[in-house]
């Protein structure tokens, strides 16, 4: 079955997309791009990010969808909604690689999350824009985080600030 993609992402065609930065899956199978810098920058601690990343928290750069195009590999993109435990694209959802099971971004539906690690960071040097700003559903977490960044119960300024 063919994947509809959504209006709110720049086309692969587009001649006036200018892509600022790249980034792909492990087996580089998927590959996108965006055009501008990320619009924030978060660590989620939530119990969804901690079991389908195995990891204690989740790093995501944050992007509005007309600034991302996929550039190849649309047909190995898996979709993964985790309200309604349903391998479908139905927002918000997690978007994985079909082949070698990376982790891509979570697609909200103005908005893709995007995973850092997975950019292709000149020097692998990571951008200011690209660093966390605070830490998100902090109550769940697993380890505490000794960095100096806000750190909430909830979502960004709409919970409570714990530190």
């Known amino acids: 079955m063919k994947k509809q993609w959504d209006e709110k992402y720049s086309s ?3 001649n006036n997309f200018i892509a600022k930065y790249s980034a792909s899956c492990y087996c580089c199978a998927v590959q996108y791009e ?3 810098d990320p619009v924030d920058a978060k660590v989620c601690h939530c119990l ?11 790093w995501a750069a944050i992007f509005h969808k007309n600034d991302v195009r996929i550039i190849q590999g649309m047909e190995h993109l898996h979709f993964y909604n985790t309200e309604l ?3 479908e694209r139905i927002l918000p959802c997690k978007v994985s690689c079909n082949l070698c099971g990376t982790l891509i971004a979570d697609e909200g539906r103005n908005m893709w999350l995007a995973f850092p690690s997975l950019f292709d960071f000149e020097g692998r040097v990571v951008p200011e824009k690209f660093k966390p700003t605070c830490h998100i559903f902090y109550g769940v977490r697993v380890m505490d985080m000794n960095d100096n960044l806000p750190k909430w119960s ?3 300024d709409k919970s409570f600030r714990e530190f």
């Not at 969804?48 to 989740?58: I, V």
């Open 12 to 14: 692969a065609t587009d």
């Open 154 to 156: 909830g979502h960004k």
């Open 48 to 58: 969804a990010c901690q079991k389908l990343h195995g990891a204690p928290m989740q």
């Open 85 to 87: 435990n349903r391998h």
């Open 34 to 36: 965006v055009k501008a």
